[in-house]
């Protein structure tokens, strides 16, 4: 049960923040966030750092759809159905712990992004061979890695919780892509 609700705890803003995500694209709500990429353009080596793909528009949603699911999410606790996160950090600092996953979130998949541009792999695709299953399953849990990373000086999951993310990722992550 305490794995459950951990896994909660860290999923839950990060859902909330795919459907909303899933909704902005679907709709195309704020069309001048999705004209501004992360990397502004720029080049290494003639080739874009991260690519059209990674804008602001997605950065914002991701990072302000988690804080506040998280920040939703604490309070609904509070008041109205006790639910223990075992993630005290969370639970005090829900605000911060969002803006931890969010950014973290978000991060994650620059490194990734910038070395499939770096060899020529288009945005949303794996590549081909030994490189291109190793991109899918980088693809699945580079966000993961730096919301791991971003969380680290305040949480840190247990390995038994480690292992119930990761398998989580590998089977939400793609259907999530899959849906968008």
């Known amino acids: 049960m305490t794995l459950l609700l951990q896994l909660l705890w860290l999923?839950?803003?990060?859902?909330?923040?795919?459907?909303?995500?899933?909704?902005?694209?679907?709709?195309?709500?704020l069309p001048a966030l999705?004209?501004?990429?992360?990397?502004?353009g720029l080049t290494f080596r003639g080739r874009r750092l991260f690519g059209d793909n990674k804008t602001w528009r997605g950065a914002v949603v991701t990072i302000g759809t988690t804080t506040?699911?998280?920040?939703?999410?604490?309070?609904?606790?509070?008041?109205?159905w006790s639910l223990?996160?075992?993630?005290?950090?969370?639970e005090a600092h829900p605000?911060?712990?969002?803006?931890?996953?969010?950014?973290?979130?978000?991060?994650?998949?620059?490194?990734?992004s910038f070395a499939k541009r770096q060899l020529g792999i288009a945005p949303g695709a794996?590549?081909?061979?030994?490189?291109?299953?190793?991109?899918?399953?980088?693809?699945q849990l580079d966000s993961l890695a730096g919301m791991l990373l971003f969380i680290a000086p305040v949480w840190r999951?247990?390995?038994?919780?480690?292992?119930?993310?990761i398998l989580l990722m590998l089977v939400a992550h793609p259907i999530g892509a899959w849906v968008m």
């Open 126 to 139: 794996a590549g081909q061979g030994t490189a291109g299953r190793v991109f899918w399953v980088v693809d």
């Open 157 to 165: 999951p247990s390995p038994a919780l480690l292992a119930a993310v």
């Open 68 to 80: 506040l699911a998280a920040w939703a999410l604490a309070e609904l606790s509070a008041c109205c």
């Open 11 to 29: 999923a839950l803003p990060l859902i909330a923040s795919g459907l909303v995500h899933l909704a902005v694209l679907k709709l195309d709500l």
């Open 34 to 40: 999705r004209r501004l990429p992360l990397d502004g």
């Open 84 to 90: 223990p996160t075992l993630v005290p950090f969370a």
């Open 95 to 112: 605000v911060a712990w969002g803006l931890l996953l969010g950014t973290g979130y978000i991060v994650g998949e620059l490194p990734n």
